[in-house]
Every structure is written in C-alpha cells, then in structure tokens.
C-alpha cells in the first residue's frame, strides 16, 4: 500500500471517518541502533489524540531519535510505529501526516517567507472531486494540485496566526530568531498536519522570548486541537507545557505521566533528580509506613515495600520545614551550613549529624551555623525501589582466581578452574573509579551521578555496554573516561549452573 | 667610544621602525602595482596609440570591422559557453554523489591531482591520444580538451557548496511533502546555486581566454581569442592586441558583474 502514495491518502481519507481511534500514534518496542549502540532501546508508548507530549530528557538519551523515528527521518532498527492503528514504520515522511519544527528551523535561505510557507501546500494534493477507474475496476478519486488563491489564502491566514501578517515578502535572513521561529511553525502547521513533530524549538531563543513562546505554542495547542510533540531537555518547559511527559534516559522510557505526577511522584531517583531539585539519599524500609534513614525511623505512607529493603529516599526541597531546634515536632536537627537568597525563597544547606547534607528551600531567612529543627509530612516523603541494590554479572573464570569481567581480568579470591560460568557481585561501595582511565583494569565512561546526601551515586558504563553503580566521595565528572578496579577479597564470585546440575 | 656610538643609533633607527600591519602589505602593494597595474595602464595606452605614436581610435575600428577578428571573438564565446554547459552537466552529479559519500573528499582529490600536472603535457597527452584513435581533429576535440583541462574548477566549488548544505534542509522538504526528485530540485539545487555560479565563472573565463589549447587539438584550424590576441602580439600588432585584451577584460567584468548580482543575498561566496 506505501508503493502507490495516492491509494495511501485515499485509504487513509477512509480511515480517518470510520474509525477516529483516540490513540494517534503508537510505538512497539522501538530500538535504534547505531554502530552497536542502542540510541533508543525498546521504548514502546501511545500517544493520544489532542496530546501535549514533551519528551524530556538530557542530551543523548533518544528523544530526538524517537521523535525522527516518528516523522519518518530514522528507520527503527527493530519495532514498529503505528499511526491510527497502522503500521507507517516504512513511509518515507514526506507520505505522512506529520509535519516537523526543526531545532534550527531549516528555514529555505533560497526562499522568502511567503514562499517557505507555501512550500508544502505547493507539494500538496487535494481530491478534486471527480473520479476514475483503472484497469482492475477499482474507483479513484482524482486528485489536483491546490489552486494559487487557495494557497494564498492559506498563508496569509497562517501568517496572521503567527502575527507575522506584514512579512510574507521578507527574506528569512533579516528575520530575527523568534520570528524564524514563528514562520517555523507556520510553516508546518499550514499544511494541516494531524500531528505536530516540534524538536527542540525553543533552544535558540534568549530567555524572555522562550517564555512568550511557550504560552503561545500553548494557546496554539489549545486553539487548532492537534497532538503536539515536543523534544526538550528543559524541564521547565516541559512542566509548563504538556499534558504528558514522557522522561527519558539512556535510550529507555523512565516514566510517562502527568508534569504533577512526574514532580511529586517521580518513578525513580534519576526522575527525581532531573525534574527540579532534589533531596536523594538511600534508605531501609523497615516495615510498611516506617523509613529509616540518617540513623532514624521515620514515619511515612508507603506501604508494600520487603522487610528490610534497601530504597531511595526522595524529599523536595520546598517540602522540608524549618522549626525552632527545641520544637517537639522537629524529626531531627540540623545544622546550618548555607544560606542563600533566590529571590522568591532562601535555599538553605543544612548538615544532619555533621555528615548529610540536605537543600531546604523556606521563606524565612535562618543564620549560618544556626541549629535548627526539620519537620518532613509523611506523605512528603518518597520511597522508592532501587534499581539495583549490587552490581551483578553474569561471566566465567579466566582462570583460578583470575574472573573475566567486561573483558578486563579481575583477581579474585576463587578457587575454581579457568572456564567455570559464574556470577560476580560487587557492592556499589567495592568498586573504585580511577582517574587514569589506564590504572584501572577495565575502562568505562561516566554516565551519571547523582548526590545522595553523604555520597555520589555514579554509573559507570563499560565498553561492552555494562553499567557498573558505584558509591563514591566525589562527584565525576558526566561523559569522562575513567578507570575501574575491584579489590580481589570485595568480588564475590558464585558458581553458575549448579541449580541445573543437581536436577 | 666611536663604534658604540654608531651601534647606538642603528639600534634606536630599528627601534623606531614599527612593525605595523600595515608594513606587511608593502611588498604585495609593490607587485600589484609593477605586475599588474602598470601593464594595465601600458595596453590602455597601447589601445589609443599608432604606429608612429600618435593618438587615434583605428585600433578599435580596425577590430569592430574586422570580420576576422569578430568571428574568433564569436567561436570563443560559443567554446566558452559549450565548454560552461558541458563540465556542469558532467560536473553536478560527480559532486552531488561524492558530498554523499564519505570517502567522497579522497575521490575529489584525486580529480584535482591532473591539475597539478603542466596543462600542456596534459594537452599533449590528449592529442596523442586523439591521434591514436584516428580523431580528426577540429572544434570538437577542442571542447573536449577545454572539458577536460577545466571541469576540476567546476567540481571543486560545487562539492563545496552541495557538501556544506544543512541535511536539515532535504529534511524539511519531505516532511513538508517532497519525494526525493523534488526534494533535490526544491530544496539542493537551489541551495547549491552559489557553487553553480562560482563553477561556471571558474570555468567560462578561463576557457574563453585559453590559448595554446585550441591550437594543439585542432591543428591550428581552430583559433580562440586568446591565439589571436597572442598572434597580435607576436606581430608586433600592439594597438589591435591591446584593444582586445581590454575587451577580453570587459567581457569577465561583466560577467563577474552579472554574477555577483545573481549571488546576492546568498551566503558569502566560497573562493571554491
């Protein structure tokens, strides 16, 4: 059906009226891989009618990849894309009913403004009316090309929306960024797509005029009812605009949920950590409703979690309350490290017990060195699982007390022969990070860290791919080469297949 | 006593001399103006001068009403005009493929490497091989040499232009609904008009004042304005080869003039 491109809109056109699905477009464990890296791995969402979706992340975590998967720009290396409940992963883009705001606009220099936002009309066909037969007696409709007026028409009304109305004869270079950006999204939006793919849009423009432009793309949402997608590392934006967020990291989908529901119930610490500030420190959850951390067991509402897990703890910053040190609600003292005036609140860095640090922001000013008392609500407070608790892999012996590990030979403190498959468990705390990616015996590069109160929480990923947690006392530096090492007595090696063997 | 003396105020004269920026165009000034604008001022002279050293305008009316020498004058611009039209028919695709290929600026290399051989023995080269092939040789086989010795001026500029285009563009014009023949015609060929321009300005000039070429590949038969100005000077003809030459300058200001005005407002032009 995609060979003949005038069926396509045919079929489509029928489609479009019998079944107005409210689910636009979907993803099937879509994966991009490129030169063996997966830039987008497995992500699977649907994407409703109407939408705002923001996909949000840091760079290099495969938003702009997903979204060229959906304009038809990248072909997904496996997965499908589905486009009211039809399979479009093969369509060139210029047979889909999207239409792109590109991160520098890709405003024709060779054109004027008039002409860049007639570019699509003048590519497109409308049915005319009148009807043909071929050979197999199968009935078309014809299709002509849109008429000069019509165009004309069409442009000055999208000129008028962007309120650039006194423009279509301007070249585009003596346009300023925000009204590039303005025949930008004219120019997509006037060729009535049912789905606007806006990838970073918003980036080159200076603080202020990001601002108005977010209200505007929102009015805009609002008023011509199409699903909007937006590309944007800024979690601001993404928070101010959306219906729903979609957080990702790594090439995977960390949560797809409402911009209140990403802030107060992140799905994991790296959300937690992106959207807003955090407070992030790990945390046993002794029963259902009791946290214990910072040495204390503290009262909160999640219930459902193992005896004795080991969890994260997420407090936001503006949830902690300031209270006089004697005050009998006070959970526990603190004492004042920082405090600073950020205009419409002090952010103020406290230490518990001389050793974790905590950011409170509060409206009343408190003095360096103070001691004072912190009240958290119960319901403020965030537990969630850890996404690993120990570094496990899954390899063989290289030979006696000698494991292979990501291609790096570890001594060990194992006695079994060379070959042997085992399992090795590392402890966050047991894997030492080097400078010099030479001294250590494998190298890996820093993907994250994140601070959690007395630590940093780093992951280190190896050259095959293998992501190592590790705790460590300095913060390094994301993206930098760094080397790994295990002490021989902190590997704990277990012999694999022995469940098998004694069947 | 004495010598330091004389050390001390050679000393403080360097130190007086500044080095300024302006100290280091100096030698370039005095080239142009010995090379380039003094033989300049010589033809103009040359153009309104007689025999006997006297001024007159015969020297033009002797080249307006020549047919001679109109006819060349005519052959070269047609030379020109083919040679022009033929290496960016031929030129375009090469360097429309090679900027999509990766190894493409190897390959570009290797289409300058003639360049660096003599043009003459290339000439030569190519005349024994007409001969070999048993070619007559005439107009023809001229175009040819002129193809041959001047397309690298075409692709260079035009692989240029074509591999500096933002992808975003082609990008942009199929999501707005280009298949790939209209996405080439509405949105690279335009784009890569500034290396047309500079392609064929680089090429049309020097071939329509080539000299020796047209000569070697066609036996002398066919003579471009470029031999004739040389015949003329060889001659001792210095007023009617001066005229020419100045006519020949006109035709490549006007030229560059037209060229600059189809260019404008486009991004600044590449020397490539």
Known sequence: ??????????????????????IIIELKNVSKIYDGKPAVDNVSMSIKRGEFVTFLGPSGCGKTTTLRMIAGFEKPTSGTVLFNGEDITNMPPHLRPVNTVFQKYALFPHLNVFNNIAFGLKMKKVPSGETFTDKSGATYEKLRKLTKKEITDKVNAALKMVDLEDYGHRNVSSLSGGQQQRVAIARALVNEPEVLLLDEP??????????????????????????????????????????????????????IASPQKVYDEPANAFVADFIGESNIFS???????????????????DVGFKRDEPIDVIIRPEDIYVLAKDNPASLMSATVTDCVFKGDHYQIIVLVDGENELIIHDNAEVKEGEEIGLFIKPFDL?????????????????????????????????????????????DFDDVEILDDEDDGIIGG???SSIYKGSYYQCIVRADNHYDFFVDTDDDWLKGDRVGIRVAPEKIIVEKLGNAESAE | ?????????????????????????????????????????????????????????????????????LRVLGMSLAVGVITTVLCLVIGYPVAYILSKWSSGSIIVLLIILPMWVNFLIRTYALKSIFDSLDVTLGIGTVIVGMVYNFIPYMIMPLHTTISNIDPSYAEAAKDLGCNSVQTFLRSTLPLSIPGILSGVTMVFIPTISAFAIS??????????????????????????????????????????????????????????
């Open chain 1, 382 to 426: 965030h537990i969630m699982h850890k996404s690993r608790i120990i570094n496990e892999i899954e390899t063989e012996m290289w030979d006696t007390g000698v494991v292979e590990i990501c291609g790096g030979r570890f001594p060990c403190n194992s006695h079994l022969e060379g070959g042997t498959p085992v399992k090795v468990s590392i």
């Open chain 1, 202 to 255: 918003l980036g080159a423009l200076d603080l202020k005029m990001r601002k108005d432009m977010q209200i505007e793309l929102m009015n805009m949402h609002k008023k011509i009812g199409i699903t909007f997608i937006y590309v944007t590392h800024d979690q601001e934006e993404a928070l101010t605009m959306s219906d729903t967020i979609v957080v990702m990291r790594n090439g995977s989908i960390q949560q």
């Open chain 1, 445 to 447: 590069e820093v993907v």
């Open chain 1, 1 to 22: 059906m995609g060979d003949h491109p005038e069926q396509f809109l045919e079929d489509k056109a029928v489609a479009k009226k019998t079944k107005k699905k409210n």
């Open chain 2, 1 to 69: 006593m004495k010598a330091k003396e004389f050390f001390g105020k050679g000393i403080s004269k360097i130190k007086n001399f500044r080095l300024t920026r302006r100290v280091f165009a100096y030698p370039y000034v005095l080239f142009m103006l010995a090379f380039v604008v003094a033989p300049l001022i010589i033809l103009l002279v040359n153009a309104f001068l007689d025999t006997e050293g006297g001024f007159t305008f015969d020297n033009f009316k002797s080249f307006f009403t020549d047919d001679v020498s």
């Open chain 1, 283 to 301: 945390g046993i959850m002794r029963e259902d409703r009791k946290v214990e951390f910072f040495g204390r067991v503290i009262e909160c509402v």
């Open chain 2, 215 to 272: 000569g070697m590949l066609s036996n002398n038969t066919v003579l471009m304005f470029g031999d004739s100005i040389n015949l003329r000077f060889t001659h001792q003809l210095y007023g009617t080869g001066s005229v020419m030459s100045l006519i020949m300058l006109a035709f490549v200001l006007i030229l560059n003039f037209f060229m600059n005005r189809a260019n404008k407002g486009e991004a600044p032009r590449n020397v490539w």
